[in-house]
């Protein structure tokens, strides 16, 4: 059994998204979003929190490893920076078997079929191990992503990456999520995380690249850990 679970990003459309807000120049190749700056912050960030976070991932790789076996690590296909694809590292929340499991919940409840178009997310997700509930919900799963900052995949803010197949569902804001690196956190989380829709997610990520500055980074940044420590939508 390998480490991590390769995905191939295959999920359901949502509604189409608001119109977008026009874009700036903010993210030439030499400055700006995708400049120097940015990425010295991020990497002063995840390479120490990498050699802090190590005994966690120790400890949270075996609970994961007891509980349903290996792999412990989830790495989904998500779209980057220039419309490249790149695999998106988490530590496993899931049951192993868990696109049937999915298929056949919706197929089963309106309800819930209902909810999974609107949010792309589902409150009481069948796929997901008693384990798993609590990594989520601390956003514990979340943590391998600093990896796919140190690669240069990823920034610490940004906008949240999306499946391939979500591309559609995005309409103008996908012009937003290419200009720039997603990001381990950003204004989606700070602002509502799972209890904000699909369309409102998207505009969050034109809206993040428009407007954005070291300033917001950081911002951003401080508002993340009690945005996690009070969230009521982190499933």
């Not at 990425?39 to 007891?66: N, Y």
């Amino acid at each position: 059994m390998g480490l991590i679970h390769f995905d191939s990003g295959m999920s359901r459309q949502a509604g189409a998204p608001p119109p977008a807000k026009p874009t700036s120049p903010k993210d030439s190749s030499l400055f700006g979003i995708n400049g120097p700056a940015k990425r010295a912050m991020d990497l002063a960030i995840a390479v120490p929190a990498a050699i802090f976070l190590a005994p966690l991932f120790l400890i949270v790789s075996l609970a994961i490893f007891l509980e349903s076996g290996g792999p412990v690590f989830y790495a989904q296909q998500r779209i980057g920076r220039g419309g490249k694809l790149f695999r998106m590292l988490k530590f496993r929340s899931m049951h192993k078997n868990a696109e049937s499991l999915l298929e056949a919940h919706l197929a089963a409840n309106p309800e819930a079929r209902a909810e999974w178009i609107e949010f792309q997310k589902l409150r009481s997700d069948p796929r997901v191990t008693p384990l798993g509930r609590i990594l989520r919900a601390s956003s514990i799963d979340e943590l391998p992503q600093i990896f796919n900052v140190i690669a240069g995949d990823m920034s610490i803010v940004g906008q949240r990456p999306i499946l391939n197949s979500q591309r559609d569902a995005l309409g103008p804001h996908i012009a937003g999520y290419e200009r720039a690196r997603p990001g381990i956190t950003g204004l989606w989380q700070v602002s509502g995380r799972n209890g904000v829709n699909f369309a409102r997610r998207a505009e969050l990520g034109s809206e993040y690249v428009n407007d954005w500055s070291l300033l917001l980074d950081l911002r951003i940044i401080a508002m993340t850990v009690p945005a996690i420590l009070l969230s009521k939508d982190a499933f």
